[in-house]
């Protein structure tokens, strides 16, 4: 990590270079990559996605869960067959709409969660104790606006 911060043109968001954003976003998919890569287990990222999407929202139905995950609902169909048929989600008649069914989280689907979330805090853990002092503070500092790049609806 270069001990210069990148200067976005000069401190203007609306500015900013396309090299450095191109930079950002090519170190954040890599960083992402590598870290879905050495905790996967068996589900594939659609599945992983749409499992947490659950957990996080509650019962959801399909559609919603399509729209909100951005794929088309026989896709989304296929994603949660297999995550039902593994027992970590749930399926079962919508009470309000008889046509249709609601989603949501079984114990097994949380602990699977869970455990992904141990492997993957642990896994960025070893690459954040290779920071020198200056590098970790950098970062440390840096939280606030990644977080705020990550709520950001786009």
């Given at each position: 990590?270069?001990?210069?911060?990148?200067?976005?043109?000069?401190?203007?968001?609306?500015?900013?270079?396309?090299?450095?954003?191109?930079?950002?976003?090519?170190?954040?998919?890599?960083?992402?990559r590598?870290?879905?890569?050495?905790?996967?287990g068996?589900?594939?990222f659609?599945q992983?996605?749409?499992?947490?999407?659950?957990?996080?929202?509650?019962?959801?139905?399909?559609?919603e869960?399509?729209?909100?995950?951005?794929?088309?609902?026989?896709?989304?169909?296929?994603?949660?067959?297999?995550?039902?048929?593994?027992?970590?989600?749930?399926?079962?008649?919508?009470?309000?709409?008889?046509?249709?069914?609601?989603?949501?989280?079984?114990?097994?689907?949380?602990?699977?969660?869970?455990?992904?979330?141990?492997?993957r805090?642990?896994?960025?853990?070893?690459?954040?104790?290779?920071?020198?002092?200056?590098?970790?503070?950098?970062l440390?500092?840096a939280?606030?606006?990644?977080?705020?790049?990550?709520?950001?609806?786009?």
């Amino acid at each position: 990590m270069n001990a210069e911060p990148a200067d976005f043109a000069q401190g203007d968001p609306a500015a900013a270079e396309p090299q450095e954003i191109a930079r950002l976003r090519v170190a954040i998919g890599r960083l992402h990559r590598r870290m879905v890569q050495r905790t996967s287990g068996n589900l594939t990222f659609s599945q992983t996605s749409a499992l947490v999407a659950v957990e996080k929202m509650g019962p959801i139905r399909l559609g919603e869960l399509a729209a909100r995950e951005r794929v088309a609902a026989p896709s989304m169909t296929r994603t949660v067959s297999g995550l039902v048929e593994a027992g970590l989600l749930h399926r079962a008649a919508d009470p309000q709409d008889g046509r249709s069914f609601l989603l949501s989280i079984t114990d097994l689907g949380r602990q699977f969660i869970e455990g992904l979330r141990t492997e993957r805090n642990a896994a960025l853990a070893e690459g954040v104790a290779q920071l020198t002092r200056e590098e970790y503070a950098a970062l440390r500092a840096a939280l606030p606006v990644l977080e705020h790049l990550a709520e950001q609806e786009t």
